[in-house]
């Protein structure tokens, strides 16, 4: 559950605050942007001390800030956004204003009641709305486990007019119940995972990558990424179509990368996700 949990949250740290400043970071990673591992504009990058977890993706994304700037605000956006991921199960919106909460229930990667999984209210706030930057900001204080300070950044600015430029950060502060937790899990069933960044080389050439906490942080980072891209790809179809396209659409996204990514079948996927949604969308008329 923990892991779970980390996958969710981001972290604003010392995010640009302005457009300018946004974009002066993508000129810094124009080179990393142009050639990596990913083959596409992307770089991702992780960082651990002894009680905190951290990752941060930036990226070209092939949409016109007006469009990027629309979608990736709004609570049921970003709850249609964390849908996506295998182990959410349910997310609502409620409140108003700077009373907004997203209710989001973590499980595991199989449908399952919800009252199995564990839910977690982040505060939402729109940090910047502005005709050239967008920074939005969830938070959580507490977590299991004795985890804390759970936060999400994601920030916009416009490129081309076809395109803008995205971070997205998150980080948590670890305990030391949860810093055991993790060393059973990767000592055990997690063992053989590994996450993006490459640490050395085998005698054949072939890469090797982070196996530890900074491989959890990077796994659950790229698949949320991966979430807002499928977002923004289905954004402007009819709402009816969106759904299906977005989750079919995140699948062959995360399958691209097998090695760090794949968990279960395209059919299993699909079967598990329409099937919370439909929940969510029951509970949804049920409470209206």
């Keep these: ?43 991702l990058e992780s960082t651990q001390t002894d009680d905190t977890l951290k990752s941060d993706v930036y990226a070209v994304v092939p949409h016109p800030y007006s469009l990027v700037g629309q979608a ?16 959410v199960k349910s997310c609502r919106a409620r409140g108003s204003g700077a009373d907004s909460i997203l209710s989001v229930a973590i499980g595991l990667k199989f449908d399952q009641p919800l009252a199995d999984a564990y839910r977690v209210d982040f505060t939402y706030r729109v940090a910047a709305s502005n005709p050239d930057y967008l920074a939005v900001i969830l938070a959580a204080e507490a977590g299991p486990l004795g985890t804390k300070d759970y936060r999400i950044l994601l920030e916009a600015a416009p490129l081309e007019a076809e395109s803008s430029f995205v971070h997205m950060s998150y980080s948590y502060a670890s305990s030391v119940v949860s810093r055991v937790a993790m060393r059973v899990y990767l000592a055990t ?30 796994r659950n980072s790229m698949r949320y990424y991966l979430a807002i891209e499928a977002y923004l790809g289905a954004y ?15 699948f062959a996204a995360v399958e691209r990368y097998p090695r760090q990514l794949h968990e279960m079948g395209r059919d299993e996927y699909l079967s598990m996700k329409r099937s919370e949604l439909a929940r969510q969308q029951a509970d949804s008329v049920e409470a209206n």
Aim: hydrophobic residues 45%.
């Design 1 to 43: 559950m923990l892991l779970s949990l980390a996958a969710l949250c981001f972290a604003p740290g010392a995010h640009a605050q302005d457009a300018a400043t946004l974009r002066a970071h993508q000129t810094l990673l124009r080179d990393q942007l142009a050639k990596n591992q990913f083959q596409r504009p992307l770089v």
């Design 72 to 87: 990736l605000q709004g609570r049921d956006h970003w709850c249609d956004i964390l849908m996506l991921h295998l182990n």
């Design 189 to 218: 069933i997690g063992h053989a995972k590994v996450g993006f960044t490459i640490v050395g080389h085998n005698p054949d050439g072939t890469p090797v990558y982070t196996g530890d906490a900074r491989g959890v942080i990077e």
């Design 236 to 250: 402007a179809l009819p709402a009816a179509e969106q759904p299906e396209k977005r989750l079919r659409d995140w």
